[in-house]
Antibody, heavy 123, light 107 residues
Framework: EVQLVESGGGLIQPGGSLRLSCTASGFTVSSNYMSWVRQAPGRGLEWVSVIYSGGVKYYADSVKGRFTISRDNSNNTLYLQMNSLRAEDTAVYYC?????????????????WGQGTLVTVSS | EIVLTQSPATLSLSPGERATLSCRASQSVSSYLAWYQQKPGQAPRLLIY???NRATGIPARFSGSGSGTDFTLTISGLEPEDFAVYYC?????????FGGGTRVEIK
């Protein structure tokens, strides 16, 4: 069974740093396309970052230069290092696995999601 | 950045009724559009990918259609568990973007 479990959220002051973790089971993170998606309280979904199986990374403009996505193959874990945090980064952060069809088509739709971890940036 | 506009913002319907949700893109996304369902306190659930393909385990009452800039998610007969918020998402261009959501509520 595929499972994603996020951790690392919490209350942090503006300008601070936080590292989120997403531990996967039931599949290999390094062989998949993995993303972070966030949702501010009472708001919609916002894509944050993606890492390809080959290691290519993309970021939303709103986090570029401040956030870094990475993975640890030995621990089958995805990370999001968040620096220079702002109030507008307050959100539930989800890790998600991109759906790849049995024919190998990368759909860029998110089939599996974690339960989310809340990051609150406030003084 | 491609902007996705969902309408209506809220849809008030009774169980058994047909729900029709719209998603309009600011430029063509071909058929590269997905739909999700989200219930309070839960992560989103993938319903449809590439405009019209149901994800694994999704009931046949959910169907998607459209291409280019105009897309529709139809729920053919609302079940009690279908009352939720629905989002569309495009994968035609980076960055990936989501629509603002449509809330389907019990009338």
């Amino acid at each position: 069974e595929v499972q994603l479990v996020e951790s690392g959220g919490g209350l942090i002051q503006p300008g601070g740093s936080l590292r989120l973790s997403c531990t996967a089971s039931g599949f290999t993170v390094s062989s998949n396309y993995m993303s972070w998606v966030r949702q501010a309280p009472g708001r919609g979904l916002e894509w944050v970052s993606v890492i390809y199986s080959g290691g290519v990374k993309y970021y939303a403009d709103s986090v570029k230069g401040r956030f870094t996505i990475s993975r640890d193959n030995s621990n089958n874990t995805l990370y999001l290092q968040m620096n220079s945090l702002r109030a507008e980064d307050t959100a539930v952060y989800y890790c998600a696995r991109v759906y790849i069809t049995i024919f190998g088509v990368v759909t860029w739709a998110f089939q599996h999601w974690g339960q989310g971890t809340l990051v609150t940036v406030s003084s | 950045e491609i902007v996705l506009t969902q309408s209506p913002a809220t849809l008030s319907l009774s169980p058994g009724e047909r729900a029709t949700l719209s998603c309009r893109a600011s430029q063509s996304v071909s058929s590269y559009l997905a739909w999700y369902q989200q219930k309070p306190g839960q992560a989103p659930r993938l319903l449809i990918y590439d405009a019209s393909n149901r994800a694994t385990g999704i009931p046949a009452r959910f169907s998607g259609s459209g291409s280019g800039t105009d897309f529709t998610l139809t729920i053919s007969g609302l079940e009690p568990e279908d009352f939720a918020v629905y989002y569309c998402q495009q994968r035609s261009n980076w960055p990936l973007t989501f629509g603002g959501g449509t809330r389907v509520e019990i009338k």
